[in-house]
């Protein structure tokens, strides 16, 4: 394997063995021997990958928003203009294992960006980005005629954008809503902007 | 002062030396050394408090719910049930530094809850606290003829709270949406159910 893929590949490993204990044992647990020994390495191989913890968790971050990125792509072929709506904002809810993982972890880091000026910047990011994400897809609803002209679009990105935020942290802490009802929630108040 | 009296408030002011290292530090930073400096005691002292970092923890948490469950009920006599509903809601989100703290640290001790059951029972019964609140505010708008019967409470109750929990989460990270729009926001949900 050439020399950079192998330096990208190792830094990937890292940051989900960095999800890995999160996940499992929160941020606070998260110090860069225990994620090193996670990822099988020595503390002093990872900092030769990572100079610095913020570095380590940045990357971490923003290889999250990559993934989910990657994934709402693949729905662009969907051909019915709310089912693709559906199947978009379904990508940022935890609904199986990996999205949790990645929910979960994506909460902790952006609750730490306080102590960390490059998680901060990686969180209004991805913050940003869901936003638009969300103005995508009611733009996409839009233009086939499924959103009533009086609708203010930035108010209802808005709206959209904190009920998909509400709902996944709500799935990923609150133990008590089916995912069946959380997506008829959100395919419910997607129908009424009509 | 009598020694219960005494001892309750120490607890307070240890918790409340918990939510300022959790604000400026963030969770992984809030080891019982720095909270007991922050609160301007010894590390000792507080164990005889708190005899765990968990039991720490949750009673934080608590305290920051027993205060807005407090707030809450300040607005029981407001007369106009829109005005009402609004500023109960509005107890939830951080609009001003005090509230800032309690949701940026209970947003942080949820996150560490897979880590500490306390923490996880503690942030259940918030969960719920919240949704019983959002289906309260609907049940008096509907008594008061502001919501359609048509609306199925239920429904409408999940999507109020994670509505609500995803503005407040938007405020306190997201940076990009003034309080003024958020209020809105909610007013015109709130209004929309009629």
């Known amino acids: 394997m050439p020399k950079l893929i192998d330096h990208a590949q190792?830094?990937?490993?890292i940051a989900e063995a960095l999800w890995r204990v999160v996940s499992r044992d929160g941020v606070a647990a998260a110090s860069?021997?225990?994620?090193?020994a996670e990822a099988g390495i020595s503390a002093g191989s990872l900092r030769h990958v990572f100079a610095t913890k913020e570095e380590l968790l940045a990357f971490s971050m923003e290889l999250i928003y990559e993934r989910v990125a990657?994934?709402?792509?693949?729905?662009?072929?969907k051909r019915d203009p709310l089912r693709r709506a559906e199947a978009v904002l379904a990508e940022v809810l935890p609904l199986?294992?990996?999205?949790?993982?990645?929910m979960h972890v994506n909460l902790a880091l952006v609750t730490e960006a306080a102590a960390h000026p490059a998680l901060a910047r990686a969180g209004v990011q991805a913050h940003e980005g869901l936003r638009e994400l969300c103005r995508g897809v009611l733009a996409d609803l839009a233009d086939h005629?499924?959103?009533a002209a009086s609708r203010d679009l930035d108010a209802e990105s808005m709206h959209l954008h904190a009920l998909v935020d509400g709902l996944a942290v709500h799935l990923l802490l609150g133990h008590n809503d089916r995912p069946t009802r959380v997506r008829r929630l959100i395919?419910?108040?997607?129908?009424?902007?009509r």
């Open 32 to 36: 860069v021997r225990d994620v090193a």
């Open 145 to 147: 005629g499924l959103v």
């Open 187 to 193: 395919v419910d108040h997607l129908a009424s902007l």
């Open 70 to 77: 990657a994934r709402v792509r693949t729905h662009a072929t």
């Open 96 to 102: 199986d294992d990996n999205r949790r993982i990645e």
């Open 10 to 13: 190792r830094r990937i490993e």
